[in-house]
C-alpha cells in the first residue's frame, strides 16, 4: 500500500507541477487582459485629455521607452515598447503590439480604432468618447469645448472575461499513471534482481511454500515496525537523533518497497498457476502480478479493493523476510525458534 501511495504522489505531483505552470500562464494571461475596464461612452473632460501636447511620435519601437504622455490626432500610432504615461487618440488608428506597455491610460476620441495584441498591457483604464460635432478635428492642445452638449451615452459595452481554465483529472490520466507504475515496478525487479538474486526468489518460494504462516508473521512483523516508527518518530525531538531517524525511516521505506515487490511477485505466480501458465521465473512474476493489480486499478467501482490486495502483498513480502531471514533460509525462523526453545527448556 505504500508504494501504492508512492505511485500516486508521483502522479500527484506530476499534475500539480503542470497545475502551477497551467497557472503561471493563466495568470500572466490574466495580467494582461482582467485588468481591462469597461469602455466608457461620452464627451471626455479636460482633465482627461490633458496630455502632453508637446511630443508627436507616432511609433514607439520595440525596447525603447516613452517618457511621459503622449497624443495623435487623424494619424494612426504603433508601440511595440513602453509608453510611460497614458495616450490620447482621436480619430487615430492605435496599435498595440506583442509587449507593449501603457502604464497610464488610453482615451479613444470619435473614431478612433484600439487593435491590442495578445499579451500587450495597459495598467490604466480605457476610455472611450464621443467627439463632438464641432471638434471632429480637434487636436491634443484643442480640448472639447464646454458649451457643447455631450453626445447621449450609449449602453456600456462589458469586455467579457477570458474563459476560466480548469484542469480536471480524467480517467485517462489514472491510466497513464498505472502504465507508469508498471514502468517503475519493472525497473525495481530488475534492480533486486541484480542486488539479492537468491534471496528474491527463496523469500517468494517461502511465500508460496507457506503463505497463511506469511501472512500472521507478516502481521507480527507490520506491528513491530509501527511500534519501531512511533519510537523512531518521538525520538525525533531530540535535535541529535534527526540524522539517525532520517536514516532508519530511509531503511524502512526501502523494506516496504521491497516486501510489496516480493508480495507482486507472489501474486503473479498464483495467477500463472490458476490460469494454467506454468511458473515463471521471479521477473516474469513480478510483471504478472504489476499488470494485474494496475488493470484492476483501472475497473471503475472494484479498484478500490487493490489498496487491500497490495497491503495484503506488503504483509505476505514482510512474513516471507522474516521466516527466511530476509532470504537467508527457508527454515531461518523456525531454527531460531527451535534454539531459544530448547535454551529455555535448559534454563
Same mark, same amino acid.
Given at each position: ?30 495580467? !494582461? ?34 517618457? /511621459? ?11 511595440? @515598447?513602453?509608453?510611460? !504615461? ?15 506597455? $501603457? ?27 464621443e467627439a463632438p460635432a464641432n471638434e471632429q478635428s480637434a487636436t491634443v492642445a484643442e480640448a472639447p469645448a464646454a458649451s457643447v452638449p455631450p453626445a447621449e451615452p450609449e449602453a456600456p459595452e462589458q469586455t467579457p472575461p477570458p474563459p476560466a481554465r480548469h484542469h480536471h483529472f480524467t480517467y485517462g490520466n489514472w491510466v497513464e499513471g498505472q502504465l507508469f507504475g508498471i514502468i517503475c515496478g519493472l525497473l525495481l525487479t530488475l534492480f533486486v534482481l541484480v542486488v539479492a538474486p537468491r534471496a528474491c526468489s527463496m523469500t517468494v ?6 503463505? $497463511? ?10 506491528? /513491530? ?19 539517525? /531517524?532520517?536514516?532508519? &525511516? ?12 516480493? !508480495? $507482486?511477485? &507472489? ?15 521471479? &521477473? ?29 502483498? $506488503? ?27 530448547? @535454551?529455555?527448556?535448559?534454563?
Amino acid at each position: 500500500m505504500h508504494v501504492t501511495r508512492n505511485r500516486f504522489s508521483i502522479c500527484a505531483t506530476i499534475l500539480t507541477a503542470l497545475a502551477i505552470i497551467f497557472g503561471g500562464c493563466f495568470h500572466a494571461f490574466a495580467q !494582461g487582459h482582467s485588468n481591462e475596464p469597461l469602455l466608457r461612452e461620452g464627451t471626455p473632460t479636460a482633465s482627461e485629455l490633458a496630455v502632453n501636447t508637446m511630443t508627436r511620435t507616432t511609433e514607439i519601437p520595440d525596447g525603447e521607452t516613452h517618457e /511621459g504622455d503622449l497624443s495623435v490626432s487623424n494619424t494612426a500610432v504603433e508601440i511595440a @515598447g513602453t509608453l510611460r !504615461g497614458s495616450l490620447l487618440a482621436i480619430n487615430s488608428h492605435v496599435t498595440l503590439n506583442k509587449g507593449a506597455i $501603457v502604464t497610464g491610460d488610453v482615451i479613444m476620441v470619435g473614431s478612433a480604432f484600439l487593435d491590442r495584441e495578445e499579451g500587450a498591457k495597459i495598467q490604466g483604464k480605457i476610455s472611450r468618447f464621443e467627439a463632438p460635432a464641432n471638434e471632429q478635428s480637434a487636436t491634443v492642445a484643442e480640448a472639447p469645448a464646454a458649451s457643447v452638449p455631450p453626445a447621449e451615452p450609449e449602453a456600456p459595452e462589458q469586455t467579457p472575461p477570458p474563459p476560466a481554465r480548469h484542469h480536471h483529472f480524467t480517467y485517462g490520466n489514472w491510466v497513464e499513471g498505472q502504465l507508469f507504475g508498471i514502468i517503475c515496478g519493472l525497473l525495481l525487479t530488475l534492480f533486486v534482481l541484480v542486488v539479492a538474486p537468491r534471496a528474491c526468489s527463496m523469500t517468494v518460494a517461502a511465500i508460496d511454500y507457506e503463505p $497463511v504462516r506469511c501472512l500472521v508473521v507478516g502481521l507480527l512483523g507490520l506491528a /513491530g515496525i509501527a511500534l519501531f516508527s512511533a519510537i523512531n518518530g518521538f525520538l525525533f525531538y531530540t535535535v541529535v537523533w534527526i540524522p539517525f /531517524g532520517i536514516v532508519l &525511516f530511509g531503511l524502512e521505506l526501502i523494506l516496504w518497497i521491497y516486501a510489496w515487490l516480493l !508480495g $507482486v511477485a &507472489f501474486i503473479g505466480g498464483w495467477l500463472s498457476r490458476k490460469l494454467n501458465w506454468g511458473v515463471p521465473g521471479f &521477473f516474469g512474476r513480478a510483471a504478472l502480478g504489476l499488470v494485474a493489480l494496475s488493470l484492476l486499478n483501472c475497473i471503475p467501482g472494484i479498484n478500490a479493493g487493490s489498496v487491500s490486495v497490495e497491503l495484503i502483498a $506488503v504483509v505476505l513480502g514482510i512474513g516471507g523476510l522474516l521466516i527466511t531471514g530476509c532470504g537467508k533460509d527457508l527454515q531461518w525462523l523456525t531454527k531460531r525458534l527451535s534454539r531459544a526453545r530448547r @535454551g529455555f527448556d535448559d534454563f
